[in-house]
């Protein structure tokens, strides 16, 4: 893109020519951006080719989406056929979507391998998918707690074990899990929720050691309360209007403002960042009485 036209991307029709006279007076300006493209609207994901499990729907859809206008091309894994199909037109030729189960391992070796070997390369793993549910510890059905810890915790090792040699075959890369401000305090009837998401917080810890080596860089994101179909099967009216509340910034965020975050994580922008959880909360874990 011609840095004339990055400089009036921002604009209103006047600041348009607002921004034209003053390029015309500093023609420095014009010459300086062409040398160091600081000026144009660069793509930050530009060639990059992404893999988002559970990236059909809530803020796995909103990342996928983030990377793909950051010049990504990304796969979308997920287990829900109709959402798949929406998140692909949305994506308009920019996410491949893929059914897949990232509670089974085989199929997700084979799901990355695939998408991998097809895109020519794996740059960037976000492990997003999950099985939301609460209630008492004691009222929790066995088969619900195996559901919950082969989505949100196993098929994180899965899908990070699939992605690992794609990634170091690449020179390096970068892998975000989906933690949540849920670590930092108990939530009521979360406990299997909250344990799981603390775990993935030690994985993190964990895996930014381990795959630094390989220039692999391992964060988390930690959402406060964001509203997706997922945690609207949890959180009730109240429950919002009490979170909101509580927030020092008296505000949810939006599944878009963590896909902004993701963008930022897995581009070059965060070269030197490895280990961190960022969260995005608005102040909430911090706030006192
Ligand atoms: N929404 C929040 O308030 C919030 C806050 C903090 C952290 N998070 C984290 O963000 C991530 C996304 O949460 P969300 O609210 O968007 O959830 P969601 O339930 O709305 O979406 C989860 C997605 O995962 C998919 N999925 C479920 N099981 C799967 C499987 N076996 N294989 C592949 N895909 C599967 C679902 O189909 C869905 O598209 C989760 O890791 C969650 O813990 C969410």
Redesign the pocket.
């Known amino acids: 893109m011609e840095p004339q036209a990055a400089l009036t991307a921002h604009a209103d029709g006047s600041e348009e020519s607002r921004a034209g006279r003053k390029n015309a007076a500093y023609p420095e300006i014009r010459a300086f951006a062409r040398r160091h493209g600081r000026l144009t609207a660069m793509a930050r994901l530009e060639g990059k080719n992404a893999i988002v ?2 990236g ?5 859809r909103a990342i996928a989406l983030a990377f793909a206008r950051e010049g990504a091309k990304v796969a979308v ?4 056929e109709e ?1 798949l199909a929406e998140a692909g037109r949305a994506g308009e030729g920019a996410l491949v979507p893929m059914r ?4 089974d391992r085989a199929a997700v070796l084979d799901a990355v391998d695939g998408f991998a070997d097809e895109a020519g390369g794996l740059d960037i793993l976000v492990n ?5 549910h609460y209630a008492p510890l004691v009222d929790m059905a066995e088969d619900t707690v195996h559901r919950m810890l082969d ?2 915790l196993k ?1 994180t090792f899965w899908a990070t074990q699939a992605a690992t040699p794609h990634l170091i075959a690449r020179g390096g890369g970068s892998v975000l899990n ?5 670590v930092s305090f108990s939530i009521k009837n979360a406990a299997v929720y909250t344990s799981i ?1 603390g775990a993935i917080d030690a994985f993190t810890r964990q895996q930014a050691v381990e795959l630094a080596p390989h220039g692999i860089r391992v964060n988390a994101l ?5 509203s ?4 609207n099967s949890v959180i009730d009216e109240a429950g919002w209007a009490s979170r909101r509340a509580r927030t020092p910034l008296q505000r949810i965020a939006d ?1 878009e403002e963590i896909g902004a975050a993701a963008v930022y994580l897995a581009s070059d922008d965060a070269r030197t960042i490895a280990g961190v959880t960022l969260k995005i909360d608005g102040a909430l874990t911090i706030a006192g009485p």
Do not use: E, M, R
């Open positions: 499990t559970g059909a729907g809530g803020i796995g894994l997920d287990v829900k959402l897949c189960d990232v509670t997003n998918a999950v099985y939301f989505v949100g098929g989906l933690s949540s401000v849920a998401k930690a959402p406060g309360p964001v997706t179909p997922g945690s599944p």
